[in-house]
């Protein structure tokens, strides 16, 4: 993984279907973004190796943010009624 410019991933359609306001929550999605470029990432001397730890920071958010999605995905199906 590059260690410049980490980036938490945007949810948009998800955080409308969970009713969140959307351009305040990017807000915060872009600013811990910066934070962790700024907290860890420009660390000095920071070891090469520790980009394993950004790499697998990055995916289980990214999990996460997919198994919303989905248990969203799947409370709005069953939600619908057939006639």
């Known amino acids: 993984m590059n ?3 980490f980036e938490v ?4 359609d ?3 279907e969970l009713d969140m306001d959307v351009p305040r929550f990017d807000k915060a999605r872009q600013m811990l973004s910066e934070v ?3 907290m860890f990432l420009s660390q000095p001397n ?3 190796k520790m ?3 950004d790499n697998s920071y990055s ?10 999605s989905n248990l969203t995905a799947k409370a709005l199906l069953s939600q619908k009624t057939y006639s």
């Open 3 to 5: 260690t410049k410019g």
């Open 14 to 16: 998800m955080w409308t």
């Open 59 to 68: 995916r289980t958010a990214q999990r996460i943010g997919l198994k919303v």
């Open 36 to 38: 962790y470029d700024k």
């Open 51 to 53: 980009a394993y730890f």
């Open 46 to 48: 920071r070891p090469e």
């Open 9 to 12: 991933k945007p949810y948009p």
